[in-house]
Each structure stands twice: as C-alpha cells, then as structure tokens.
C-alpha cells in the first residue's frame, strides 16, 4: 500500500504544488525518490509526532495542503491532543497516514501494534476514518481525500498487500462501500487489512458450496449505512472482519447502526480481542494466532452460516 500511497503523492505534486508531505522519520527509502525531486515539498520532523501536527496545522492555516505520516500508533496516539485541537476544532483539511495498521509490526511487540486507533480516530468530532482494504482502495482513498474540507486518518498496512480490485478503481467515493463479490447465502463486511484475508475465505467457502458477499467498508467513519441496510434486508447474518481491537471498530459501528434502525439480522464480530498482545512474533504468526488468516476465516464463517445463515 505504501508504494500506492506514494505514486499518488507524486501525481498529485505535480498538478499542485501546494501539496506537502511531512514525515515523523519515518518510510526511509520509501520516500527517497520523492524526498530528493520535490525537496520543497517534503519535510523530516523527526521523532516528534505532536510537532508534525502543529506545524501541518499552520501550514493548512496559511493555505497548504498537507499529508502527514507515521506509524500508525504514533500519529495517532501519542498526538491525540494535537489532533484534536488543532485539527478537529478547527476543522482543517490534514490528511493522517497511519502506516502499519493493526498487526503489520507484529515483531516490534504491542507498542507498535495499532489495534485501537479507529475507535480513538472515530470518537473525534469531523474526524473521517480510511482504511483501504488494498494498494487500489489505498491510492484512491489518498487522491479522494483531496477534496475534503475538514481532516482525515488514512489506515494502510505496509508492503506487499494482495491487489483484491484487479485494476484502478473508477467511481471511488469516501463514505461508500465496494460490493466485492456477490453471493447468496450470507454476508461478510471487510475493512483495512482484513480485505484480502476475507476475500480468499469465501474463495475457501464457495468450494464448501457457500457462497458469500464481500463487501469492502474501507470507510468506517461516516460509515455506508445504505450499503449496511441493503445487506441486513437480503441475508439472515451478517459477519463483520477486521484487524482491531472488537471494541470500538467497524463491526462496533455496524451493530450500532444495525440497533438504531431496528433491524432484525444477526450480527458476528470478528476481530482482536480487547487484550494486548504479549506473545512476540511475525504478523503473519499473529494472524494465525488470532484467526485472521483465510483458512481460519473460512471455518469461522461457515460455523456461523452452518447454525443459520441463509439468504432471505
């Protein structure tokens, strides 16, 4: 995702140079490229995420347009003040990328696991939470967030993502879900790094002979509430898959929704746990450990659909 971020930067640079990129010493090498071509428009704050947010905020006062970036826990968190009022109190257009979202720096340990930073970015007045669900969704959510009037947090995963959308996306709006694949017998949602994942389960399903709907909510907050509906009137159950801690993310807001409108369809969560991870290791093994992998997913999903889960 992170190549797809940074060829959309480029693009954008170069119809509007009032575009700056600024970084918390982060993406080394990443932005190498970009660093030594557009000079100008690029900045190394260094380790000092609070700082990056004040300054993108006077920058956006003074008519820039800025994208700041960092690991997602650090641009998020560890400036959660700055945020919030310099950004969300004052409605500025500052776009947030948060690198690594979810279990993407498994090995680094649980201070660098993002697990609760849609939740905190969601509970902020004005704020709008991204989290491309691929390198396409990823590019179009960052060209996408050029046109919005007040600040966003873009949740991306790292390096070598699978491409779920086979080509550019064409009609990509923030706030409006993607219907991935069409099925018959119940309903997944997806968000952020869980996309690809979930997509290769009802690949594992469909030769269980269930076919599934993929639906991909790379917006979480305003979340698709029409998509949400059409889907709790076609199917009996509708499950819920993301890379975050089950409290506070899109299956929360989902159920919430779901309650608000009265809605009969049963919901199943599947996320992490409200636990930090103590066990070190690779993402992939904590994926695998928390049942995030394809495999899992799948058993998971048709153990759900297998006590009811037909189509309406």
Do not use: W
Not at 7 to 14: C, E, F, N, P, Q
Not at 97 to 122: C, F, K, N, Q, R
Not at 269 to 281: K, Q
Request: charged share 25%.
């Amino acid at each position: 995702m992170r190549k797809a971020v940074l060829d959309t930067l480029v693009s954008l640079v170069k119809r509007d140079l009032r575009v700056f990129f600024l970084t918390s010493d982060t993406g080394f090498h990443v932005f190498d490229e970009f660093r030594v071509k557009y000079r100008n428009q690029f900045a190394n704050i260094g380790i000092s995420e609070a700082a990056m947010i004040g300054m993108a905020a006077g920058m956006t006062l003074e008519g820039a347009r800025v994208f700041v970036y960092g690991i997602a826990p650090f641009v998020t968190m560890r400036c959660f003040e700055q945020v919030r009022v310099d950004l969300c109190q004052n409605k500025l257009p500052v776009k947030i990328i948060g690198v690594g979202g979810g279990l993407t720096y498994g090995g680094a340990g649980p201070t660098h696991h993002s697990i609760e930073d849609v939740s905190v970015m969601a509970a902020l007045p004005g704020m709008t939470v991204i989290c491309p669900g691929d390198p396409a969704e990823a590019a179009a959510a960052v060209a996408a967030s050029m046109k919005m009037t007040g600040p966003c947090y873009i949740r991306i995963g790292k390096s070598g993502e699978r491409a779920v959308h086979g080509k550019p996306l064409r009609g990509f709006a923030i706030g409006r879900g993607i219907r991935v694949r069409r099925g018959r017998d119940i309903a997944v949602i997806a968000t952020g790094n869980a996309l690809a994942p979930a997509d290769e389960a009802c690949d594992l399903l469909e030769k269980r002979g269930i076919k599934a709907e993929l639906a991909s909510m790379h917006t979480v907050k305003p979340l698709d509430s029409g998509l949400v509906e059409s889907l709790a009137k076609r199917f009996d159950t509708i499950v819920t898959v993301e890379e975050h801690n089950i409290v506070g993310g899109m299956g929360s807001m989902v159920a919430a929704l779901i309650t608000d409108r009265g809605s009969t369809v049963r919901l199943h969560r599947i996320a992490l746990p409200d636990t930090y991870e103590a066990r070190g290791g690779s993402d992939s093994y904590l994926r695998l450990r928390h049942g995030l992998t394809p495999d899992r997913l799948a058993e998971r999903i048709a153990g759900i659909y297998g006590r009811k889960g037909k189509a309406r």
